[in-house]
């Protein structure tokens, strides 16, 4: 099974920041990784798929790259809203997906 | 506008069965594959199970395997996950997600369930 390992588990940033979070696959997996952001006792929202294309209506802030075994998530000018767990997905049609532990964005 | 509602949620004890649901609307149904998807209280994100646009195909973690079953009607555009033999390690809040009409990634999610297993 491949697994999905982010980096940090926790991130202390300002207002204005920008924000890189890393995921590592445990082997390529192409370009097939979602970021997805959830707030306490919120439903996930879907930010980032296919690696880098942004789900519409998701600020343009938000970036994603990477291909192969390594991915970031960047937040150029991070807003009072973006506080947050952000979780990468690695996922692949007909097969079960592999979510990241996830990267909890605080207020420094 | 694409709208997933779970219901179904409660409280039972171990060994228990619940039977969720998730309504949808704002998309063609029966041209999606549907997920359930399930966190711990404080943890992370875990797939549980998934079933193909005409219900054909399905699939399970192995952690609920032989105890969990899904299906869908798409005449009611809505999908179940049967839940038997309940264990404690089985609460959590329980989402069903769907994907882009384009990618395998999510697109939406419900705004869960919350499945609380114990005596």
């Known amino acids: 099974d491949i697994q999905m390992t982010q980096s940090p588990s926790t991130l202390s940033a300002s207002v204005g920041d920008r924000v890189t979070i890393t995921c590592r696959a445990s082997?390529?997996?192409?370009?097939?990784l979602a970021w997805y952001q959830q707030k306490p006792g919120k439903a996930p929202k879907s930010l980032i798929y296919?690696?880098?294309s942004l789900k519409s209506g998701v600020p343009s802030r938000f970036s994603g790259s990477g291909s192969g075994t390594e991915f970031t998530l960047t937040i150029s000018g991070l807003q009072p809203d973006d506080f947050a767990t952000y979780y990468c997905q690695h996922y692949k049609s007909y097969s079960p997906t592999t979510f990241g532990q996830g990267t909890k964005v605080e207020i420094k | 506008e694409v709208q997933l509602v779970e219901s179904g949620g409660g409280l039972v004890q171990p060994g228990g069965s619940l039977r969720l649901s998730c309504a949808a609307s704002g998309f063609t149904f029966s041209s999606y594959w549907m997920h359930w998807v399930r966190q711990v209280p404080g943890k992370g994100l875990v797939w549980v199970s998934h079933?193909?646009?005409?219900?054909?195909?399905?699939s399970y973690a192995d952690s609920v395997k032989g105890r969990f079953t899904i299906s869908r009607d798409n005449v009611k555009n809505t999908v179940y996950l049967q839940m038997n033999s309940l264990r404690a390690e089985d609460t959590a809040t329980y989402y069903c997600?769907?994907?882009?009409?384009?990618?395998?990634?999510?697109?939406?999610w419900g705004q869960g369930t919350l499945v609380t297993v114990s005596s």
């Open positions: 079933i193909s646009d005409d219900g054909s195909s399905t």
């Open positions: 296919d690696a880098s």
């Open positions: 082997q390529s997996i192409n370009r097939w």
């Open positions: 997600t769907t994907h882009y009409s384009d990618s395998s990634a999510y697109a939406d």
